[in-house]
């Protein structure tokens, strides 16, 4: 089992944002609540959150690249096995 990370709406006018940095690397594990990645919004910089428990399986975005809003960008698998 595993779980989209998709690219939040940060405000009422974002389109698209671009992930500035991811803060874990693939195989990390990531908590509920823990910031995994900063994006850059059309208004500041913002840490989102992991919805989901488990380990960062894939970046699908790099950092530095724009994905629009409810886009994929990573994906969190539930098990370190599925990495």
């Known amino acids: 089992p595993s779980a989209e990370v998709t ?3 940060l405000s009422s006018t974002m ?3 671009k992930i500035v940095e991811w803060t874990k690397s693939v195989g990390d594990a990531i908590d509920v609540g823990e910031t995994i990645m900063v994006v850059e919004s059309d ?3 913002m840490d989102v959150e992991a919805f989901e428990a488990g380990f960062l399986a894939a970046v699908l975005v790099d950092e530095g690249d724009a994905a629009p809003v409810g886009a994929p960008v990573g994906i969190i698998a539930a098990n370190e096995a599925d990495v």
């Open 15 to 17: 389109t698209e944002g």
């Open 43 to 45: 208004k500041a910089d």
């Open 7 to 9: 690219m939040p709406a």
